[in-house]
């Protein structure tokens, strides 16, 4: 009876964090239809227990299902945007030209929320629209995402036929600083500030992506409310503020000087509110005055946003560290001595990756301009370089992995430096997910959220452990009973009977997939083949390029992997390609079939070739062995002739097929063609 509760809280921990390796890693390990499948029995599971339902399970902020694009929005009272002003001279300004038209004077002064702009809209006190600024005039429906927004009532007390508000949507910073460390973590591009991080979330086109981001608003203004009349802005907030939305704090006053005092104040306590502000708003506080004020064709001329330039200040580079992420990719750090900027103390910036220092040519020792940008990743603008010392070298990432020693390597298509190492501890995770996928070693019983526990526990250092679990190991673990102790081992078990090229696969080496390790398997028939073949004979088979062939020899010759597969072969795992082909009569061959086949269709050919251990490849290159050309062949018969590649009729092909553990079969196949 208490069984449901452990499955519940597996479940929200296996969506959560697969939705989290789909939507900002990359890397699914489970389908759309596996995700869905267990969403569904967690909503039945929570449909059975209410009580059990929370509001933050996967459930409950998933609002809908995903669009392709975003309809357009026609918004009822434009969104307009302010006129920046950068100093104290230009409120100034500001305040006279008001003085112009009013006598008595009241603002609001607010501050400048760093997010995204948008107007939710609300029928009869329910929800019912969000949508972006866009232009201001018309913007996208994110109804879906505006929906997870976490501290948005969806429903108010009031229940007013028609009410809009504006506001900001947002990623506090704390959310925010915990993304990007995650995300340093895995090894993924980190967001350069939390409103590239909520824009990149508003607009997802998967709510559940915009829910996992945990986004905040903050309400600004009321754009219409029906059936209610106000006489200052200020009333409004507060009448938003009593039917639950979250608002923007304020300032009264009608006095220049605390305004100006005010927009300092502001940015001293930047530091503590929820969210990056960027500026202060200063506001005239009496609606019927904004009437009198009026607007421009492009600004309101009762408001003005006042910005904060970016606060930049000289630091010594003490050091630079290098972190391994994930999937392995070495991110350079820069250590600085403390210095305060926008309120809080830097001590370290990002230096993204080996260009963007060699780029800035930023070297330890030197004195660097530290800015804070969005207010939480601080960056390096330049170096000072009068102030540069003697002797102080030019920084190069280390070619071995800070973490295990192996050789780091450049991304062939990128900027990224990744560690090689088949045991690197940091990328242990990953490496372990990977391994029981279904497309690998296929481990049920042991998904992330167990794989976590397990190297978290430190029961698994490389993949080959995993071997050595007991049902007492794994039962120990948080949220695993005894039954599903029992399954995992037994899976692991299982799974040291599966064909080689699972394993293979398994091994994470880069560019040998599934398809890649099954053509490896057969082609040498077991791992210790495999661990022989020299460059040439890998380039020599189809589909196997110069990269790949490099990749893979490497990876055999790395002492780690040596050691790895050690580890497998001492555990028992399986070594051998079960599926050979029975029949070696197309050895080595490569087939590619072209033209309209009358003899016998594409599949059974392909199956001809294959049962006799041939390769039927799509494409004509200079490993083909021989063209079987149907009716009407074309560019592919074209190029085999321009290469010299013989050409085989569909009856030069069967007459190849005498002999062998397959004839009687193709020769059935041949005659039941012919009727
Ligand atoms: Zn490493």
Redesign the pocket.
């Known amino acids: 009876m208490e069984d449901y509760k452990a499955r519940i809280r597996e479940l929200r921990e296996i969506l959560e964090y697969n939705s989290k390796l789909y939507y900002d890693m990359d890397a699914p390990t489970m389908s759309d239809y596996e995700y869905d499948h267990l969403l569904r029995e967690l909503e039945d599971l929570e449909a059975a227990h209410p009580e059990e339902v929370t509001p933050d399970s996967p459930t409950q902020h998933v609002g809908g299902t995903a669009s392709n694009s975003f309809a357009p929005v026609q918004h009822e009272v434009p969104l307009e945007s302010l006129q920046d002003v950068f100093n104290a001279d230009e409120v100034g300004e500001f305040h006279n030209r008001v003085r112009e038209q009013l006598v008595n004077v009241e603002y609001s002064v607010e501050p400048k929320v760093d997010g995204l702009s948008v107007a939710i809209e609300y029928r009869d006190g329910r929800f019912v629209r969000g949508a972006t600024r866009g232009d201001g005039r018309t913007g996208e429906d994110v109804t879906e995402n505006i929906r997870t927004i976490q501290n948005l009532p969806m429903v108010l007390p009031d229940k007013l036929p028609h009410l809009i508000v504006r506001g900001e949507v947002y990623m506090a910073k704390t959310t925010f600083a915990a993304l990007n460390a995650e995300r340093e973590i895995t090894g993924e591009p980190l967001f350069a500030n939390p409103r590239n991080a909520a824009a990149g979330s508003l607009r997802q086109q998967d709510p559940k992506i915009a829910a996992q981001r945990k986004l905040d608003v903050v309400i600004f203004n009321l754009q219409l409310a029906d059936g209610k009349t106000f006489e200052k802005h200020t009333d409004t907030l507060d009448y938003m503020k009593s039917q639950g939305f979250p608002t923007i704090p304020y300032l009264r006053t009608g006095d220049l000087d605390m305004v100006n005092a005010e927009i300092v104040r502001l940015n001293e306590d930047r530091a503590e509110l929820p969210y990056d502000m960027d500026g202060a708003v200063i506001k005239l506080n009496d609606l019927s005055d904004r009437e009198v004020l009026g607007s421009t064709s492009k600004v309101p001329r009762w408001a003005i946003a006042y910005k904060y330039p970016p606060e930049q200040k000289p630091s010594k580079l003490v050091d630079i560290v290098v972190q391994?992420g994930r999937t392995?990719v070495l991110t350079p750090k820069a250590v600085v001595e403390p210095v305060r900027l926008a309120g809080t103390t830097v001590t370290n910036a990002t230096l993204h990756n080996q260009d963007f220092i060699t780029e800035k040519d930023i070297r330890i020792g030197d004195t660097v301009i530290v800015q804070k940008a969005g207010e939480i990743i601080p960056e390096i603008v330049r170096v000072d370089l009068s102030k540069r010392p003697d002797g102080v070298k030019p920084y190069h990432l280390p070619d071995r992995?800070p973490?295990?020693g192996?050789k780091v390597e450049r991304d062939e298509d990128g900027v990224a430096m990744r560690?090689t190492?088949a045991e690197?501890p940091?990328?242990l995770l990953r490496y372990l997910e990977h391994f029981t996928s279904r497309e690998a070693m296929d481990i049920d019983g042991v998904g992330p959220a167990v794989l976590r526990q397990m190297v978290e526990a430190g029961l698994v250092q490389t993949a080959a452990d995993l071997y050595k679990l007991t049902v007492q190991d794994i039962a120990q673990l948080d949220r695993m009973g005894m039954k599903s102790a029992q399954n995992a081992v037994h899976a692991i078990e299982q799974s040291k009977r599966n064909d080689v090229s699972r394993l293979i696969c398994g091994l994470g080496i880069r560019q040998i997939g599934a398809k890649a390790a099954r053509t490896l398997a057969q082609h040498f028939g077991s791992f210790d083949a495999l661990e022989r073949a020299t460059i040439e004979e890998l380039t020599a088979i189809d589909d196997i390029g110069e990269i790949t062939a490099r990749f893979l020899r490497d990876w055999l010759d790395s002492p780690q992997s040596q050691d790895l597969m050690r580890r497998f072969r001492a555990a028992g795992v399986n070594m051998e390609c079960l599926d050979k082909p029975t029949d070696d009569t197309f050895q080595g061959m490569t087939f590619v079939l072209t033209g309209a086949l009358t003899r016998f269709t594409r599949d059974e050919a392909t199956e001809m070739i294959q049962s006799r251990g041939g390769k039927a490849s799509g494409s004509v290159s200079k490993k083909t062995t021989y063209v079987v050309a149907g009716e009407a062949a074309g560019s592919k018969l074209a190029k085999a002739q321009e290469l010299g590649i013989p050409v085989l009729t569909e009856d030069e092909f069967l007459a190849m097929l005498g002999g062998g553990a397959g004839s009687d079969k193709l020769e059935t196949d041949g005659q039941m063609s012919m009727l």
């Open positions: 391994v392995g992995c973490v295990c192996a560690c190492g690197c940091a990328q």
